[in-house]
Structures are given as structure tokens and as C-alpha cells.
């Protein structure tokens, strides 16, 4: 087996090929000066199956994942096994407008031209891997949060919105902390209205989970709602950290005490790391 690195994911494949005890090749990607993407596997031969590591976020990086699968099937690769840590595009699985492009799907039906296996990590819909005609699972990033937080004095986790409480459940049962959800109404794209829980947060440790932070909107409203209850520490984490419009800098100057995301998408706050799940759904293969 051979892990191939692309730019975006480049910890995060060095990790798993280590955990796979596999050959690592890091991808040498570049720009031309018109900003097309270059790419080059450095490798002469890659008979043996190969495992892709790269987002398709933002746009440019879908490029590159289509250029490495074509790299590596030129230098021989037996099967490609594409592991999509942040599967960009997966909040538009449907139809919302007359119109508009099925735009997960569009992904999908390109990414499988040239892939034997996918796995994703906390997909926004998992409905959306049954675009994929080949064998395609998703990796949940719920026990490696749950194991970062045991022993570290967590007495409350909270899910934003429903939607999100099986992942609290989840990573509440390996804190062996109760969990609960606050409801959410989005008002825009960067605002949404947070109501509280029903557990009573006065002086406790909370840690609110989700599984993407994007614009910051839906954390932001949900620490100010703990923070006018009276929670003692807030604590946030979520799958990926994807800080549109400055929101790690909004989210680190507010009523958050501390703020982690997994390595699906690398920053300086991605200190969860996700790969020995996917190493362990590799294996099971
Ligand atoms: C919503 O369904 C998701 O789980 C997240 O809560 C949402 O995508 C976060 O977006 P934002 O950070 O822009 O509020």
C-alpha cells in the first residue's frame, strides 16, 4: 500500500501511512503564474494500491485530486482508494431552487471516474455517498473528540441544534458526561438565533460540539446563550474547522475558552487528529 499526500492534507496522510506502516509519497504541487495547478508524484513506479488523501474545499484542491488520480493510475496503481477528509460541496445535496446543480452529486459522478474506494470523515449528509457506484463509507470523527476530552473536566455536552445531539451523545458517553441540545433557528447565512438547553448550565464545564464551523454564526450565538446562563468554561469543538469570513479570529476573542477542530481540514487549531480512525476503516476494507 502507498499513501500519496496532497496539499491539502499533508499531516494528516504522513500520519496514516505511518499507522499503515506503508510508504508515504508527499504530491509536489505548485501554481503556474496563471494559478493552474501543477502536480507531480515524484515516484517512478506505483504498482501496489494507492491511497489518495485530499479535500475537495476549497475548488482548487478538487483540481488536484483529479490530476493525482490520474497521476498515480499512470504510474501503475492497482486500485485508488481516495480518502476526502472535508468532502467540499456536500451541503448542496439537493435541489433547493429550480435550476440550480445537484452539486454533491456533480462530485461524486466525477470524483468515481478514476477511484475504486472512497471514505469521508463526518460528511454533512451521509445520503450522499450513494452517488458513488464504487464502495464508499464515512469515518466518524465522534471517539477521537471523545477520547481528546476524557479527564479534562467536562460536566456538560451540548449539540447546537438537534442535528447535532447523536454526535454529542457520542462523545458524551466517552466523557461519561450528560449531554443535551440547544434549538437553533437560522435567520441568514451568517446569523442563526440559539434558544437554551434544558439542563441548567450555571457553573458548569461545557463542551459544545458540531460538525462544521464555518462563518462561526451558529457557535457564536450558541457561547453567548452559555454565557449568559452562567457556564463556568466553554469549551468548543467540531469535525471541521472551516473559519469563513475571519471566524477563528471572531471565535478565539469571545466567550470561548477553548476551541478545537479535527486535522480533516489543517490549521492552527486542528489538533484532533482523525487518521487512526481512518487507518482503522482502511484496514477493515
Ligand atoms: C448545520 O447544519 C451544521 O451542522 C453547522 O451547525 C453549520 O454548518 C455551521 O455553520 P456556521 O458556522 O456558518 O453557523
Not at 171 to 189: F, L, Q, T
Not at 254 to 264: G, M, Q
Request: proline share 4%; glycine share 6%; net charge negative.
Amino acid at each position: 500500500m502507498i499513501v500519496v499526500g496532497g496539499s491539502s492534507s499533508r499531516d494528516m496522510s504522513k500520519e496514516l501511512a505511518m499507522i499503515l506502516e506503508c510508504k508515504y509519497v508527499q504530491a509536489a504541487t505548485t501554481r503556474f503564474p496563471d494559478g493552474e495547478c501543477y502536480t507531480r508524484i515524484e515516484d517512478d513506479l506505483m504498482d501496489d494500491h494507492v491511497i489518495i488523501v485530499q479535500n475537495t474545499y476549497p475548488d482548487e484542491n478538487i483540481i488536484e485530486m483529479f490530476l493525482l488520480q490520474d497521476a498515480v493510475k499512470r504510474l501503475g496503481a492497482k486500485s485508488i482508494t481516495c480518502v476526502i477528509p472535508y468532502y467540499g460541496y456536500a451541503r448542496q445535496d439537493r435541489i433547493f431552487k429550480p435550476g440550480e446543480p445537484e452539486s454533491a452529486k456533480v462530485m461524486a459522478q466525477r470524483l468515481e471516474l478514476l477511484c475504486d474506494r472512497v471514505i469521508t470523515v463526518d460528511i454533512h449528509k451521509e445520503a450522499v455517498l450513494r452517488w458513488f457506484h464504487c464502495p464508499a463509507k464515512d469515518v466518524k470523527a465522534a471517539p477521537a473528540i471523545g477520547k481528546y476530552f476524557q479527564g479534562r473536566g467536562i460536566d456538560l455536552v451540548l449539540a447546537p441544534d438537534i442535528g447535532a445531539s447523536e454526535r454529542a451523545k457520542m462523545i458524551a458517553n466517552y466523557i461519561g458526561a450528560p449531554y443535551d441540545h440547544m434549538e437553533k433557528v437560522r435567520i441568514s447565512g451568517t446569523e442563526v438565533r440559539i434558544s437554551p438547553a434544558e439542563i441548567d448550565c450555571r457553573g458548569k464545564s461545557v463542551l459544545i460540539v458540531d460538525d462544521i464551523i464555518s462563518t462561526g454564526g451558529t457557535i457564536l450565538a450558541a457561547c453567548e446563550e452559555l454565557h449568559k446562563q452562567g457556564a463556568a468554561s466553554i469549551s468548543v469543538a467540531c469535525t471541521h474547522g472551516v473559519f469563513a469570513n475571519n471566524a477563528l479570529k471572531r471565535l478565539t476573542g469571545s466567550t470561548v475558552d477553548s476551541l478545537l477542530c479535527c486535522n480533516t481540514l489543517e490549521n492552527e487549531v486542528s489538533n484532533i487528529s482523525v487518521a487512526p480512525l481512518v487507518a482503522e476503516a482502511i484496514k477493515e476494507w
